[in-house]
């Protein structure tokens, strides 16, 4: 079975960086979807990056864009999200997600990521 596992969260002032890992396993990491979401209290779950691995496709949620950046390596079969600049507002639950399939959208759904992280606890004071 694909399990996935985060690591790397933690509580940062404002405008600090975090870097979350993802590591996966049961699967070769190529040609899938990646993704991190965050949830946070009373909110549903949202994408905040995502990376197809088939096409070097990436999406950014408009609050993230230029501050997080999605990556990926092999050797290590990791992927990761680099948070620069954190605001109190990316206080959430951080939970990584992955496809093993084609999607008829871009950028997947949330419900189109079949398995997923338990989550890390990313939390920004000010």
Same mark, same amino acid.
């Given at each position: 079975?694909?399990?996935?596992?985060? !690591?790397?969260?933690?509580?940062?002032?404002?405008?600090? *960086?975090?870097?979350? *890992?993802?590591?996966?396993?049961?699967?070769?990491?190529?040609?899938?979807?990646?993704?991190? @979401?965050?949830?946070?209290?009373?909110?549903?779950?949202?994408?905040?990056?995502?990376?197809?691995?088939?096409?070097?496709? @990436?999406?950014?949620? $408009? *609050?993230?864009?230029?501050? @997080?950046?999605? *990556?990926?390596?092999?050797?290590?079969?990791? !992927?990761?999200?680099?948070?620069?600049?954190?605001?109190?507002? $990316?206080?959430?639950?951080?939970?990584?997600?992955?496809?093993?399939?084609?999607?008829?959208?871009?950028?997947?759904?949330?419900?189109? !990521?079949?398995?997923?992280?338990?989550?890390?606890?990313?939390?920004?004071?000010?």
């Amino acid at each position: 079975q694909v399990q996935l596992v985060e !690591f790397g969260g933690g509580s940062v002032e404002a405008g600090g *960086s975090l870097r979350l *890992s993802c590591a996966v396993s049961g699967y070769t990491l190529t040609y899938y979807y990646m993704g991190w @979401f965050r949830q946070a209290p009373g909110k549903e779950r949202e994408g905040v990056a995502i990376l197809y691995t088939g096409g070097g496709s @990436f999406y950014y949620a $408009d *609050s993230v864009k230029g501050r @997080f950046t999605i *990556s990926r390596n092999n050797a290590n079969k990791l !992927f990761y999200l680099q948070m620069n600049s954190l605001k109190p507002e $990316d206080t959430a639950m951080y939970y990584c997600a992955a496809r093993l399939a084609a999607t008829r959208t871009w950028p997947p759904h949330r419900g189109e !990521f079949g398995y997923w992280g338990q989550g890390t606890q990313v939390t920004v004071s000010s």
